[in-house]
């Protein structure tokens, strides 16, 4: 009797214990995340959220996740345009002329663009709308037309661009022939986008879609999608430098999702992340959407020069007060003679940069376009105007970052030490040329050379 | 008693000449304020026809707002009102014969220079709370406690507002599209 008891209960306790633990690992169960509209939201936006959360679930669940779903902002607040605008999506459209119509009802039509511009965003965060669009970002392909040889003289495809070049800094975006976004310009969210309704950049290019998270544009990552490589490796530089080291280690104990303004160096985070120094606010520094505005040096630039003295778009700041401000965000960790200290070693690293590189290739290199040893029709197809393009785009670079920033191998292995080398060469070479008086190779098969030359008409109007 | 008699029939005299010269003026006021009177101008008929249309006057609250109510200082800044209208009432008839052609886009931008937010703030108050609208809650404080640096028009965002050329009356309450600001105009 007992011993039937025993197996009775076992048995019983065996079957009670595995069926709920069956249940709960059931396969393929479907995960969807719900969304019960339960506040007020116009009846045309509900029938966004119905379809699309069919249709598009992943966009649906990103933003059903985001601040925005929180505070009830919902597709039509940003996607919403006029009748007749330039942008209306044509195949959203034309899903209302179908007979069965399986999603939305026709009464819920409303003329939607896909792309949603900084002045869409500005209708809500004006502020940082107008902060962003002083800043070098937002103004990026202005810049680039009026320096860049690739662009200025055609030197690479229209594909190499857009996948390219383009991908970071920004299309111009177009509408083709059938009143659809012309596909050389678009899927794009570069920094400088020119949209059709005349703003410029993209708010998406740091808080992607459809989340728009404060959080994410607070982390490295949101920049090194475009801050990285030979020619700008910010992203490998920050993760040299001591900043980034304590940022990998404890990153989980940051606080990303602290509220606007109130992120605070020290209580939410250890080291500072890329927008930490270069935008949030900290102690008085009031924080901005203006990226480039607490730059003293243009270290990217071939000549390295002030921020207000950079000839394609100026900066219109002063730049000690500018220097002064990033002090002020340094001394937030930092003691004075750290600070004072860093900065004499970066302004000494730019001079001998500017001076004992830069200027002297500069001067050799005017010298054999003079003596028409090289030849100015195009770009990059004479081996010593590479070599000079990457002195200063590439290695030039580095050298500058990687000081600025304080990682050791980017400004010396990377940087300088290879700065003298490429010197060194090619001096060489521009020596050989002007003493035997032999004109350079000019490269006959330079491949793919095919790029549109005009400016950007939108930026430079119709003149040449 | 001689001393009353002279001052008492002074401020007699005085109400009696200034009465029909301010009833006059106000008169006046009255009758050059209308939208009609405004339309009388060619220069400005077409907005007055575009703002009969427009929601600023269709709408179920019968609200009609009126063009002095956005183009000329408040009322109650009286000597300020008086002073613009009358100014601008002499500019017009002075540059309807002597000036250059009516650019109705110049004087758009010209108008929008010259909005000051307490023209529209007259009427719209509660600009704050607005839980169906948060996003313009969010736009609309900071323009009402704007940061130094960052003060806004009302004009910046809402433009095209009245005077659009739509060729449709639009009926605020049964307007298809949800009305919504453009965004910042500068941008």
Redesign the interface.
Known sequence: MRRTLLFLTTGLLAIGLSVPAALAQQPNYAKVKEFRIERSVPPEAQACIECHRETTPGIFGDWAMSRHANANITCLDCHLVQPGDQDVSQGHEQYYSRSDLPWGEAKYKMPIAAIVTPKDCSRCHPDEATQYSKSKHANTIEIIWKLDPWLNKGMNSDSERKVGCLACHGTEIKIDDKGKIDPATWPNVGVGRLNLDGSKGSCTSCHTRHRFSVAEARMPEACDSCHLGPDHPQIEIFEESKHGTIYNAFKDEYNFKAAAGTWTPGVDYRAPTCAACHMSGTGKVPSSHDVTSRLSWETQAPLTIRPQDFKPFPSGTNWQDERQQMKNVCSACHGESWINDFYEGFDTAVEQYNEVYFKPAKAKLDDLYEKGLLDKTKYFDERLEVEFYELWHHEGRRARMGTMMMAPDYAWWHGFYECKLRFVNFMEEANHLIETGQKAYIAKDFPNATGDTTRPVKIFGDKK | MKKYIIGGSLVFLGVLLSFPLFSMSYYTMVRTSTPEFCASCHEIKPAVVAWRSSTHTNNAAGVVVDCMDCHLPAPQDTFQFFFAKTYHGAKDVVKHFMGSAYDRERAREAAYAAFDNDSCQKCHRNLLYM??Q???M??HR??VYA?PG?E?KCV??HYDLVHSEKGLVMFRQTRK??Y?????K??
């Open positions: 839980p169906t948060r996003g313009a969010l736009a900071s323009v940061r960052y806004k910046d965002c599209i949800p919504q600001a453009k965004g910042l500068q941008l």
